[in-house]
C-alpha cells in the first residue's frame, strides 16, 4: 500500500519560514518523481515544486522561484519542500505526489498523494 505522509505545516509569521516533510512509503521511491502542490480552499490545487527521482532536476512555479527549495533524500523515503519569506496569501494546505511520469507541474499526472498539511501565515 502506497502512502505518502506530510508534516511540518504550521503557524508562521509573515515572512518567516517553515520546513515541510514527506514521508514515502510501498513504492520504489528513487524511480518517482515527486512534486508538491498547495490548494486554498474553494480553489484549484496548484503547482509549486518538483524534482527528479535522483533528486538531479528540480522544477518551480514562478511564483516560488527564489524562496522556495524541494529536496529529497532517497534513503530515508522523503521530500522536502523549504519555504522562506513566506506571505499570508500563503495561507493553504501544502500536499505531496508522486509520479513515474518524469518532473512536471501537470496535477493529473501525479499517479499518488498525501493528505495535506496546513500552513497558515500570519499578518
Known amino acids: 500500500q502506497v502512502q505518502l505522509v506530510e508534516s511540518g505545516g504550521g503557524l508562521v509569521q509573515a515572512g518567516g519560514s517553515l520546513r515541510l516533510s514527506c514521508a514515502v512509503s510501498?513504492?520504489?521511491?528513487?524511480?518517482?518523481?515527486m512534486g508538491w502542490f498547495r490548494q486554498a480552499p474553494g480553489k484549484e490545487r496548484d503547482f509549486v515544486a518538483a524534482?527528479?527521482?535522483?533528486?538531479?532536476?528540480?522544477y518551480y512555479a514562478d511564483f516560488v522561484k527564489g524562496r522556495f527549495t524541494i529536496s529529497r533524500d532517497n534513503a530515508k523515503k522523503m521530500v522536502y519542500l523549504q519555504m522562506n519569506s513566506l506571505r499570508p496569501k500563503e495561507t493553504v494546505v501544502y500536499s505531496c505526489?508522486?509520479?513515474?511520469?518524469?518532473?512536471?507541474?501537470?496535477?493529473?499526472?501525479?499517479?499518488?498523494w498525501g493528505q495535506g498539511t496546513q500552513v497558515t501565515v500570519s499578518s
Open positions: 524534482i527528479s527521482g535522483s533528486g538531479v532536476g528540480t
Open positions: 505526489a508522486a509520479t513515474k511520469l518524469g518532473t512536471m507541474a501537470q496535477k493529473d499526472r501525479y499517479n499518488y
Open positions: 510501498g513504492l520504489t521511491f528513487s524511480t518517482y518523481a
